[in-house]
């Protein structure tokens, strides 16, 4: 925006003589150089996850980042912008082969919301912890506070699978000394069964509604303003 609006006037100052002209590029540089300082004043969050954290369903300003968003302007976090990074049907090991390319100069801390999709596709725990592990390996390498949501396994796969998989966002967040957020639906305040968790969540029975993903926020905001504590 700035950039067009230098070239525009650049133009117009051709009219000018040479003392004005020198006056109108001082003004413009003083803007284009001021523009930087009012971004670092915003403490930038990319929130990286799947189709729950891109907003599977729901119209645009309903899914989990533009809630987010809201609820932190209203709840003291008016500094923290929240950026999309949510891809449905991404996996671990898709999280892990695009975190390096995620991660612009701008971000400030990231929140780390994968491995649904490891589990309906019945991949065994181990590698998604070993993924889990990397991502959060990088972020922590490049001193980015990480809060770690986590997704609880059903039984379908059998209790092995279930206790492996609930415990690698614990062991994952005690390594890294990360925040942890247990359970993505913790904020509908009932158990994981689907018949519980039946009143938020959309026909498909795996992606919250509008009103879902604002109990999901209502509880999870307090932890995202964590991520900010040291700015």
Known sequence: MFNTFFRKNLIFSYGLDSAARKLLAAVFLT?????????????????????????????????????????????????MSVINAGLSGDTTAGG????????????DAVIVALGGNDMLRGIYP?????????IVSILKDRGLPVLLVGLPA????????????DAMYGAVAL?????????FFQGFGVDQSTAAMAPWMQHDG???????VSLIVTDMGPMVLQLARDF
Do not use: M
Not at 96 to 107: E, F, G, K, P, V
Not at 154 to 165: I, M, R
């Open 154 to 165: 059903p039984t379908n796969f059998g209790v092995q699978f279930k206790t492996e998989f």
């Open 31 to 79: 803007i284009l150089s001021t523009h930087p300082a009012q971004a670092e004043d915003t403490f930038t969050i990319l929130a990286f996850g799947d189709s729950l954290t891109r907003g599977y369903g729901l119209p645009e300003n309903q899914g989990l980042v533009p809630q987010l968003q809201n609820w932190l302007l209203a709840n003291g976090g008016e500094h």
């Open 175 to 183: 390594k890294h000394e990360t925040l942890l957020y247990p359970f």
């Open 126 to 134: 181990a590698s998604s912890h070993q993924n889990l592990d990397g």
């Open 96 to 107: 892990l082969a695009r975190i390096d390319w995620s991660l612009t100069s701008d971000i």
């Open 206 to 212: 795996l992606h919250p509604t509008a009103q879902g």
